[in-house]
Nanobody, 126 residues
């Protein structure tokens, strides 16, 4: 059984920072591609960031590039999303996802990932 559990969301003001964590249970994390996505009310789930199994290759959505940083600690089965200079438009539920059996850089579409966490709410006030 594979489980992903996100944490670290909350209510912050514009310009503040948050760090999201996603702990992956089981062998699903081992050098597998990971991604962060987000979904605001009324919107489709959108790509935020992805990281390869080794952690050496990363990709970001244009809207967060330069403000967000994805990283992983394979010893702790954890992937992180450091979010700086938060804006009200970053408000959404943030989800982490794993693409099992693939250690490259995952694509920026939700269908590429096979297991998801339950999400953590991030709310940024102006």
């Amino acid at each position: 059984q594979v489980h992903l559990v996100e944490s670290g969301g909350g209510l912050v003001q514009a310009g503040d920072s948050l760090r999201l964590s996603c702990v992956v249970s089981g062998r699903a994390f081992n050098n597998n591609a990971m991604g962060w996505f987000r979904q605001a009310p009324g919107n489709e789930r959108e790509f935020v960031a992805a990281i390869s199994g080794s952690g050496r290759i990363k990709a970001y959505a244009g809207s967060v590039k330069g403000r967000f940083t994805i990283s992983r600690d394979n010893a702790k089965n954890t992937v992180y999303l450091q979010m700086n200079s938060l804006k009200p438009e970053d408000t959404a539920v943030y989800y982490c996802a794993v693409r099992r059996g693939y250690n490259g850089l995952g694509q920026n579409v939700p269908s590429e990932y096979d297991t998801w966490g339950q999400g953590t709410q991030v709310t940024v006030s102006s």
